[in-house]
């Protein structure tokens, strides 16, 4: 009788960035969501809820892989405007306590740094949320297969803007 090998689990892997914590207008911990904008935060928390939900169930059984795109905070302040919430440290305690299901889960984690405007000129604010979650910090492009399918990752990919204004939003520049 031939002795089978267990196969390796299947791939499973969640790309999440842009979050931007801290705005107004994006998802919050309950306890920081209030004002004018509430509805709204209270709809993105119950997708993010979801989202979660789902990655747990989806997950089982599965090699779980979740990988941070940068801007997980939106910064103090950011752009000079009221538009925003709480402290940076605030902030990415916020990212780091509505990640914190995921991270548990996950078999690895992964993060490139998002914008300066958001996250400080070194990252700073990314890099500690991915520190405390336990993410291998990739920068600042990531070549990645999964299943198969070779991805070039990056917060911000090649520029493809005519506007001179926009010229350094591309990761890659000749």
């Known amino acids: 009788m031939k ?9 499973f892997e ?6 931007h914590i801290g705005s107004v207008f994006a998802v919050a911990p309950r ?10 935060q209270h709809w993105l928390l119950r997708c993010l809820n979801h989202l979660i939900a789902r990655v747990l169930d989806e997950a089982k059984d599965k090699a779980f892989v979740l990988r941070l795109g940068g801007d997980l905070t939106d910064g103090a302040g950011h752009h000079g405007t009221n538009l925003t919430w709480g402290t940076p440290r605030q902030q990415r305690d916020a990212a780091v306590l509505l990640l914190q299901p995921l991270a548990n889960i996950s078999s690895a984690i ?3 740094d998002g914008t300066a405007a958001h996250v400080g ?11 405390r979650l336990g993410a291998k910090r990739v920068q600042p492009l990531f070549v990645t297969e999964t299943e198969g399918v070779k991805l070039n990752w990056a917060h911000h990919g090649i520029n493809v803007s005519r506007n001179p204004w926009l010229t350094q939003n591309g990761m890659l520049q000749e």
């Open 3 to 11: 002795r089978q090998t267990a196969l390796p689990p299947e791939p």
């Open 14 to 19: 969640l790309f999440i960035g842009d979050m």
């Open 31 to 40: 306890d920081c969501i209030g004002g004018e904008y509430a509805n709204g």
């Open 110 to 112: 992964y993060s490139v």
């Open 121 to 131: 000129e070194s990252g700073d604010d990314d890099r500690d949320v991915a520190a």
